[in-house]
């Protein structure tokens, strides 16, 4: 599964831009291809949260997928460090990526669905549409999840810290865990660094979609999302409150990592989306 992300990589190019004081890392797939699509992953993540979404978006269309600063392997952003400033600071670095008139889609994961709102009010423009997987920070209640330590782990140990850690946040369905949603999970959670969990619970995303004028949005909810359930309703709600034209699919017995647990019912929903816009 290693060999699979390693080929997934070694096809990206790579492209560096400030982030703070450092540097934010960015991978891009067909880069002449048709009209951009970037893709925003979620907390303690980096870009492989889209490993099953890259290849059938890469075969069509231009993919940008950056690691969000302070996580992957992109430095930390600078002070304040929340969803909006990293929000400028991809702003900025996506002007040395496209041109800053060029039409794309924007999709974003959990932390990436939030920080994807604030993107879209700073690109309003331009963006054929937005869409939210997991999304969180709509003003409803978060629910809890029991996490367990990682990093002082060794072998099988760590091995079962990160299947209890999926199944508790990502997964509804144990069964799906697999090798490379284990592999992932271990890369993605060594380079965190970020704290993004603490946005989750605001109406960040809220009031940043309200402010994207014009943007077409689209979200995506497991039905078993750990973070919403069993209160999912209620961002529904807040979601259609701030864009009462937003289009809304729930993925029945999928939970929070939808792209993944669900990536066929994801991926038809995102060709349908990306392709027909309001």
Same mark, same amino acid.
């Given at each position: 599964?290693?060999?699979?992300?390693?080929?997934?990589?070694?096809?990206?190019?790579?492209?560096?831009?400030?982030?703070?004081?450092?540097?934010?890392?960015?991978?891009?797939?067909?880069?002449?291809?048709?009209?951009?699509?970037?893709?925003?992953?979620?907390?303690?993540?980096?870009?492989?949260?889209?490993?099953?979404?890259?290849?059938?978006l890469?075969?069509?269309r231009?993919?940008?997928?950056?690691d969000?600063?302070?996580?992957?392997?992109?430095?930390?952003?600078?002070?304040?460090?929340?969803?909006?400033?990293i929000?400028?600071?991809?702003?900025?670095?996506?002007?040395?990526?496209?041109?800053?008139?060029?039409?794309m889609?924007?999709?974003?994961?959990s932390?990436g669905?939030?920080?994807?709102?604030?993107v879209?009010?700073?690109?309003?423009?331009?963006?054929?549409?937005?869409?939210?997987?997991?999304?969180?920070?709509?003003?409803?209640?978060?629910?809890?999840?029991?996490?367990?330590?990682?990093?002082?782990?060794?072998?099988?140990?760590?091995?079962a810290?990160?299947?209890?850690?999926?199944?508790?946040?990502?997964?509804?369905?144990p069964?799906?865990?697999?090798?490379?949603?284990?592999?992932?999970?271990?890369?993605?959670?060594?380079?965190?660094r970020?704290?993004?969990?603490?946005?989750?619970?605001?109406?960040?995303?809220?009031?940043?979609?309200?402010?994207?004028?014009?943007?077409?949005?689209?979200?995506?909810?497991?039905?078993?999302?750990?973070?919403?359930?069993?209160?999912?309703?209620?961002?529904?709600d807040?979601?259609?409150?701030? @864009?009462?034209?937003? @289009?809304?699919?729930?993925?029945?017995?999928?939970?929070?990592?939808?792209?993944?647990?669900?990536?066929?019912?994801t991926?038809?929903?995102?060709?349908?989306?990306?392709?027909?816009?309001?």
């Amino acid at each position: 599964m290693l060999l699979m992300l390693a080929e997934l990589d070694a096809q990206a190019t790579k492209v560096e831009t400030p982030s703070g004081s450092g540097r934010m890392v960015w991978r891009i797939w067909n880069a002449s291809g048709g009209t951009p699509v970037m893709l925003l992953h979620g907390g303690s993540g980096s870009w492989r949260h889209w490993v099953k979404q890259i290849p059938w978006l890469a075969a069509q269309r231009m993919v940008i997928a950056p690691d969000i600063p302070g996580l992957g392997e992109s430095d930390d952003p600078p002070e304040p460090q929340d969803p909006a400033t990293i929000a400028g600071v991809l702003v900025e670095g996506l002007k040395r990526i496209v041109p800053d008139t060029a039409a794309m889609d924007l999709v974003g994961f959990s932390f990436g669905a939030i920080t994807s709102g604030h993107v879209a009010r700073l690109l309003a423009p331009r963006l054929r549409s937005v869409t939210i997987c997991g999304a969180g920070a709509l003003g409803t209640p978060r629910s809890p999840t029991h996490l367990v330590k990682v990093r002082d782990k060794q072998g099988a140990e760590k091995v079962a810290a990160h299947r209890h850690n999926l199944a508790s946040l990502m997964f509804a369905d144990p069964q799906k865990i697999d090798a490379l949603a284990l592999e992932i999970q271990e890369i993605n959670s060594q380079a965190a660094r970020l704290r993004s969990r603490q946005f989750a619970p605001s109406g960040n995303l809220k009031e940043a979609l309200a402010a994207a004028i014009g943007v077409p949005v689209n979200a995506i909810w497991g039905e078993r999302d750990a973070v919403a359930w069993p209160n999912l309703q209620l961002r529904i709600d807040a979601l259609l409150e701030a @864009r009462p034209g937003a @289009r809304v699919a729930v993925v029945p017995g999928a939970g929070h990592w939808v792209a993944y647990e669900a990536a066929a019912e994801t991926d038809a929903l995102l060709r349908d989306w990306l392709v027909s816009n309001h």
